[in-house]
């Protein structure tokens, strides 16, 4: 049985393309953009959320950030801890940092089912 995750993405790969009845059940839309909700993990076990929000404390991202400086291209990687990343995405609609958004890569904490 393929992962949760992968069918989520496999949906989303999907946008504006044909999509089977049982396909666009399962895609929502809300303020310009596209979700699938979920109530189980990979297996099949309802969530806790004492146990997400303990997961999500432990989370990083690693932001890379493309700018242009002097003339040369330059990658910025920022470590942002999970609570702050919103507060990081700020910046960017203040203008407080600057560039292009290249990947937002997530790093897991152990132990997550």
Partial sequence: ???KND??????????KNFTHEE???I????????VKINKDKNNKKFNAEHLKKYAEGCHY???????????????NYDVRNDELFKFMEKFNENK?????????????E???
């Fill in 111 to 113: 132990g997550l089912a």
């Fill in 28 to 35: 929502k839309f809300f303020e310009g953009f596209h979700y």
């Fill in 1 to 3: 049985m393929a992962d």
């Fill in 97 to 109: 940092l600057n560039g292009t958004i290249i990947e937002i890569d997530k790093y897991f904490p």
């Fill in 7 to 16: 069918k989520v993405i496999d949906l989303f790969s999907k946008v504006n």
């Fill in 24 to 26: 666009l059940e399962q």
């Fill in 62 to 76: 690693i932001v890379r950030v493309m700018r242009e400086v002097d003339g040369e291209i330059w990658m910025y």
